[in-house]
Every structure is written in structure tokens, then in C-alpha cells.
């Protein structure tokens, strides 16, 4: 066996070096009650130096380690030894199929390539591709999520990642649809602006679109702050306004957006969106104070509103229900879906309106719906009603 199986090895080592190595397959347990039923094993990069990824398979796991190529012929060598008797080497060239016998015999057989994807492709640490790159934005080096030399903070990892996940659900809301120029957006509740900024440089750096985004934000410390960087960043459409979201005047706005307003803040938002005809309007709520203090279901469902924490839940799933009802009695088709994992923000449910041209829709079949879950729940009025 030992001559074939230095031959099989050195076949390998050259695949790997002239990268044309796809992969490599170990099967047929020497020992038939042994565990371990595989080891598959494929090139991958670890910052910047190529190894390969083994993977060991068992009945009810796999177990994942890396090496380089030295000590990696060295394992494959010992396990064809001692643990299994089959291997395959597929690269882009050929496939060659080493089999060992119980009387140690072996032989190496040569095959036409059946994969054609080349070798170091399963990069294990590749960088996913971001909208929003890190580097040479100054507004991301003000706002604290990169350092000077344009990488993101530890620490900001997860901010990021959010702000990525948001322009990425932008793209997919308004890709298709056509809004007038120069594009108008407002952000109520704008906050520190990470969001607020990544949306301008999508829609005016990216998309290449002449638009106006204005930002609302409560704290003058943060509106003096940001409008700073607008200027910095050379951002001449972006601007920021002090004030309470309610009191702000929206007109002529194309796409209207609240992100984490507080309790009723959020209806403030969507009332003045649908007021402005906005034809998009993006919120993700926050507490859900107003309805859970009403919530006093005299049915079975006291079953679970009797908790405090299903209390909470259910009082933000009945809010933000009737918020998407009366967004359609209003004329915008709704989505209601997840805007980021639950470990990069707790809130995490994002309320979206698209307004429809051609309503024909009974928007009064909404509002009956309406009623029925506030009678359901034992609620008196949910305040987003209460604004029109």
C-alpha cells in the first residue's frame, strides 16, 4: 500500500500547490463501529494564508478543524493508515480515487474531472460585501464606528452590521418604484444619525439620485452635532431640525421614516406620512406603552394578559397590528417583518407602507377589523385612530 498511497498523497500535495485542488472525500471506516463517518476537507483562507478546513462527521455532529498543508498530509496519511480505506481528490483537472484492501493492498485510479469550481473559493473568514464601506467615510469616523484608519470599531461591530441591514431593506423597498425629483425624505427621531447618514449616501453616492434628507431629532446637542458632519461630509442635501415629531411639518415627502420613536411617537409618524401622501412609509416601534395600559380582555385571552412579560408581548403585537390596519384603510399596501436579529437589537419589527395608486380596495373592511381586536383585547382606542 505504501507506494500507491505516497503516489495519492504527492498528487494532493501538487493539486494543492498549482491550485487546481477542489476537494478531498475519506470514507469507508476501516473499523465498521467506529463513530467517525467522513472526513471531507476543502482549501480556505484565514487571514490571508491558505489552509485546509476538516471536516469530521459523526452521527449526530460535525466537528470543524483547520491546518496547514504540511501537518494536513501528515493527518491524511495516518487516517488512510488506520481509519479509512477510501479517499478522492477532485480538482478542476481530475479526479483521482484511492482504494485500500484488508491485506494492505491499494491502488490509485485516475478519472475525468466531474467538478469544475476552482479551489480556494470557500474563503472561511471572507468579508461579506457591504453596501456601506467602512472606509474614506467621514461620517462613520465621527460617529464613533471607525477607527482613523477606516476599520470598524470591536465594539461597533453590531451597529454597523444594523446600518448594512437597513440600507439593504431600503434597496429592496423602493427598488421599482418612481418617485419625483428631487427625492424628499424625513427621518423622525433621527438620533445620533448613523441611519439618517447611510440613507443619504445610499441615495445620492449610490443610486445617484438628487434628494433631500431632513432628520428630527428632539436633543439640539445631537442636531448641532450632525449637521457638523453633513458639512464635514459634504453632504449638502442632509440637514437636521430640532424638534418634537408630532409639531414637525411634513409636506411634499416621498418616503417618511421613524425608527425606534417612543410609544405614541410612532403613530405621530405614520399619521403625518399618510397626511403627506408619502408614498413610502418605514417605521420600526418602540415601547408599546399606550395599549398595554388599556389592555383588560374580559374573555379566555385574561389567560395571558394576567402575565406582565406576555402582557408586553402581546400588547406590541396588537399595537403595531391595528398601526398596519389603518395604514390599509388609508391606502398602503403593509409588510410587517424583522428588521435585524434579536442580538443586535431587541427592537426589531419594522412597519412598512407602500401608498397604492390604484386603491380599490374597501378600506372599511379594515377598520371593522379594527374594532374587532380592540373588543377583542378590551382596548378603547388605539391613539394612531385617535389622530384622524
Known sequence: MGNQLQSFLQQLTSSIQNQSFIKVTLGNKRLKSAELKNVFIKPVLLKNIAKLSFVYRYPTKDIT??????????????????????????????????????????????????????????????????????????????LGITTADGLVKKDMQDKYKQINRYIEIIDGIIKGIQFKQPLEVVDMGSGKGYLTFALYDYLVNKLHLPATVTGIELREELVAKCNGIAQQS??????????????????????????????????????????????????????????????????????ITKHGILLERQAEITTDAIRALIMEAHGYKT???????????????????????????????FLKKVAALKSLFGIENHYLETLF
Open 65 to 142: 478543524k483547520n491546518f496547514d498543508l504540511k501537518e494536513s498530509i501528515v493527518l491524511i496519511e495516518k487516517m488512510l493508515q488506520e481509519e479509512f480505506y477510501n479517499a478522492d481528490i477532485f480538482t478542476i483537472e481530475n479526479d483521482i480515487h484511492f482504494s485500500a484492501q484488508k491485506d494492505n493492498s491499494a491502488k490509485v485510479i485516475t478519472r475525468p474531472a466531474s467538478l469544475s469550481i476552482k479551489g480556494l473559493v470557500n474563503q472561511h473568514d471572507k468579508e461579506k460585501v457591504r453596501i456601506v464601506k467602512p472606509a474614506d467615510t467621514i461620517y462613520l469616523k465621527e
Open 234 to 303: 459634504n453632504y449638502t442635501g442632509l440637514s437636521f431640525k430640532a424638534g418634537f415629531i408630532e409639531n414637525a411639518v411634513v409636506t411634499g415627502t416621498d418616503i417618511l421614516i421613524a425608527l425606534h420613536a417612543c410609544d405614541t411617537a410612532t403613530d405621530d409618524a405614520i399619521f403625518s406620512g399618510i397626511k403627506a401622501a408619502a408614498k413610502v412609509i418605514i417605521c420600526a416601534p418602540c415601547c408599546h406603552k399606550q395599549i398595554r395600559r388599556q389592555m383588560a380582555p374580559s374573555n379566555d385571552l385574561k389567560a
Open 335 to 365: 409588510k410587517v417583518f424583522e428588521f435585524i436579529a434579536t442580538e443586535h437589537t431587541p427592537k426589531n419589527v419594522l412597519i412598512v407602507g407602500i401608498r397604492q395608486e390604484d386603491n380599490t380596495v374597501n378600506n372599511g373592511d
